[in-house]
């Protein structure tokens, strides 16, 4: 079970996701699966380096679902 901190990031991360896959005419596991922001939350730190160790998520998600979103 996640702590609070983690739980509100994936949760927060499932918002975006949600919101990108609308703004994009996508359906949300195309845009990010649901293990994925699952794995994201549970990094120390959100960065391009630490997001490559995140499976399933290459060059094309990173860029994709940077800052400008």
Not at 29 to 50: H, M, Q, S, W
Request: glycine content about 8%.
């Amino acid at each position: 079970m996640p702590d609070e901190k983690t739980f509100a990031v994936f949760s927060h991360l499932r918002e975006i996701r949600k919101k990108i896959a609308e703004e994009d005419g996508l359906p949300v596991y195309a845009v990010f699966t649901d293990e994925e922001p699952a794995d994201i939350a549970g990094l120390k730190e959100i960065t391009t380096d630490n997001l490559k160790k995140v499976k399933d998520i290459g060059e094309g998600k990173r860029n994709a679902s940077g800052n400008d979103r």
